[in-house]
């Protein structure tokens, strides 16, 4: 009997297991039942097991809780964030999804704005391309149209996450087509949410593109860039800062006018056409306050509060119409808004003189700007009028800032003798190797031999003063140190360097209000409007800077000085040697002495235009090289203490050699030597 059963026992065969189920490496997932909540009432959660939850529910709060608990953390991660928001989609659907969930996963669904920007730089730094940016835009666009879908509407701070992407990685396309959204929503629009706009475009003009499609870009971007104005013109929103900041990036690529005065008109109200009126589109409405504290303030209901006109605003826009071309423009300008006319408060009620339209001051009040030149002001006038070829206006504006300087140095010096250090303003102004270049270069090019000898003894003057105040100041110095009113700060490498403004032609950077970083949000609009009016604070004077600036300058200054002597004496032996070879070749030349073009002789020639023999010439060369160089043994005195070197042009010419005036206008010939 055991052995019929045992010996009906049979192994399974391999054909048995053909219908089993095979294994998965899915992790595995548990159904629990949800604990009772803490608010509810302990008779109901232990009266009847029908009150529990059914596992579907518990599972659906447990996933609302993970997905909450991950939208706490500061930093979670974007992917683990995406995942349990798709997984909690498919319990509830995106209709049952709570608003605060929507909205929590759309801040924290990508990384922050300014990882994704480094992160995009460094890609593009190796070679590669950013891509990851469309994972996360399709992203936001699940979300946005589930919170539609849920029949609530996207608020403007929804937006500005979207847009924060898209001005990282400098999406301009996908930004404009945000604010169209916003725009048909009928959201009301905010400061940033323009700032974030303008970034965007500002940003795509820094990335790289073929050179061919460079043109349909700039004109792509600057056509967005005007739409976005005349929408904040219509909106009647006040500029900022920042946004002022990225137009001016924008603008530069194309330099156009328009842009430009639309800028300055809403911006800050002046109006380019006629600077020292009010703007005609703001006769009718209410001013606004101008002043520093109530660019902080709501903006008027007639008319947005204006930006004060601040230097680095007024630099900057003496910048851009240098730039542009607009000499005419930049110089008046620089004239109304350096001397700007009193106010009067007159009536011309009484004058027939209608030519100019309106002007009675109650109809249009105005306070037109006013602003204290420095440095950098002379200096973009002065590389602005070398461009565009003005040598009679880069001579006067010198003189001005020559005249402007002598004023404040003076006023300085009383202030200095009568006032304790720490009252005493610093100086704005400072005649620099960079203000007289470029009147030097503009003469230079011209060969215009009475500019380079004002220039030439301008320059001296100008050494002259330095080493007077450096010995001055120094002294000064002395005595404050001995009387125990001065202790020496310590001076930083920022404060001692200097970085000089290029003279050659337009480039691709341009001078703004901040430097490149400010276009990343780093800072709000507050602290940016900050920076722009932190120009007319109070600076007090520091008498080592001044002391070392001195130093600086005069070395500068006395290499310029050398440099302008040879290039004058240059220039003035190929004009010699021009109309020399016009005499040898029996031609006639113009003499000022007789006011007209005459046939003058070689002897007359020889002897006024004081030619030495090649005898003499190679006499004094020889000596020179028989003299032993003892003096190379000699330490070398510095730059400031240093005379100017003799030329043996200078030797050569006599007072009758400019006699031989003017020669006519061209190219200098080579240099042939005419004995």
Not at 219 to 247: P, W, Y
Not at 303 to 322: H, K
Not at 573 to 584: N, S
Request: hydrophobic letters at 35%; charged letters at 25%.
């Amino acid at each position: 009997m055991a052995r019929r059963c045992v010996g009906k026992l049979r192994l399974a065969t391999a054909s048995n297991f053909a219908s089993t189920r095979s294994f998965h490496l899915t992790v595995p997932r548990y159904d629990a039942l949800a604990a009772p909540s803490a608010d509810a009432s302990p008779v109901a959660s232990s009266s009847s097991t029908h009150a529990r939850e059914s596992p579907i529910n518990a599972l659906r709060n447990r996933r609302m809780a993970e997905l909450r608990n991950l939208l706490s953390l500061k930093s979670p991660s974007p992917h683990a964030v995406w995942a349990n928001y798709l997984e909690l989609l498919q319990f509830y659907g995106p209709s049952a999804v709570p608003r605060d969930i929507h909205q929590g996963v759309l801040r924290k669904c990508s990384p922050p704005a300014a990882h994704l920007r480094g992160v995009a730089a460094k890609r593009r730094a190796e070679g590669g391309r950013f891509k990851d940016d469309q994972m996360y835009e399709a992203r936001f666009r699940d979300v946005i149209r589930n919170i539609r879908a849920s029949g609530e509407t996207p608020s403007v701070e929804d937006y500005h996450c979207v847009l924060e992407l898209f001005a990282a990685v400098g999406n301009h396309k996908s930004a404009v087509q945000v604010f169209r959204e916003i725009t048909e929503l009928g959201l009301i629009k905010k400061p940033e949410t323009y700032s974030l706009c303008l970034q965007a475009l500002a940003h795509r003009l820094t990335l790289p593109v073929w050179h061919a499609d460079r043109p349909l870009l700039v004109d792509e971007i600057t056509g967005h860039c005007k739409q976005i104005l005349d929408d904040m013109s219509r909106n009647n929103v006040s500029f900022t800062a920042r946004n002022v900041d990225l137009v001016f990036r924008i603008l530069k690529e194309t330099m156009s006018m328009e842009g430009f005065s639309h800028l300055m008109k809403h911006a800050y109200g002046i109006d380019l056409a006629y600077p020292d009126r009010s703007p005609l589109e703001f006769w009718d409405k209410k001013e606004g306050d101008t002043s520093a504290a109530a660019v902080q303030d709501a903006p008027t209901p007639g008319l947005p509060t204006r930006l004060p006109f601040s230097l680095v605003a007024f630099n900057t826009a003496l910048d851009y119409l240098g730039r542009a071309g607009e000499v005419s423009k930049m110089v008046e300008l620089f004239e109304v808004v350096t001397n700007p006319l009193p106010s009067s408060n007159q009536s011309y009620a009484d004058e027939d003189d209608d030519d100019f339209g309106i002007a009675d001051p109650q109809v249009a009040p105005y306070r037109p700007p006013h602003v204290q030149p420095n440095t950098t002001t002379f200096h973009t006038l002065l590389r602005s009028l070398h461009k565009a070829d003005h040598l009679v206006l880069a001579r006067h504006y010198l003189l001005v800032a020559l005249v402007a300087e002598q004023e404040q140095r003076s006023e300085l010096r009383k202030l200095v003798a009568t006032t304790p250090p720490a009252e005493i303003p610093a100086p704005r102004l400072a005649i620099t190797r960079n203000l007289i270049l470029p009147v030097f270069s503009a003469a230079n090019d011209n060969k215009n031999t009475e500019l380079m000898r004002w220039v030439l003894k301008k320059t001296r003057r100008v050494i002259t003063r330095k080493r007077h105040d450096l010995s001055y100041f120094e002294r000064v110095r002395r005595r404050w140190f001995e009387t125990g009113v001065y202790k020496p700060p310590t001076l930083t490498e920022a404060e001692m360097g200097e970085e000089p403004l290029p003279l050659g032609p337009a480039s691709s950077r341009f001078s703004t209000f901040f430097n490149p970083s400010s276009s990343s949000r780093v800072a709000d609009d507050d602290s940016l409007a900050t920076d722009a009016t932190s120009s007319a604070g109070f600076t007090p004077f520091n008498i080592d800077l001044h002391i070392n600036l001195l130093h600086r300058d005069l070395d500068a200054l006395v290499d310029l000085e050398s440099r302008v002597s040879d290039v004058l004496a240059r220039t003035i032996q190929r004009i010699k040697e021009r109309l020399g070879r016009r005499i040898w070749n029996n031609k006639d030349v113009f003499l000022r002495s007789a006011g007209d073009r005459v046939p003058v002789s070689k002897e007359f020639w020889r002897e006024n235009v004081n030619y030495r023999p090649r005898s003499e010439v190679g006499a004094q060369g020889a000596s020179s090289e028989q003299t032993p160089s003892a003096t190379a043994i000699s330490p070398s005195p510095s730059r400031s203490q240093r005379a100017p070197p003799p030329h043996p042009v200078h030797a050569a010419q006599g007072s009758q050699g400019t006699e031989a005036a003017t020669a006519p206008s061209g190219s200098p010939a080579k240099s042939t030597g005419v004995s």
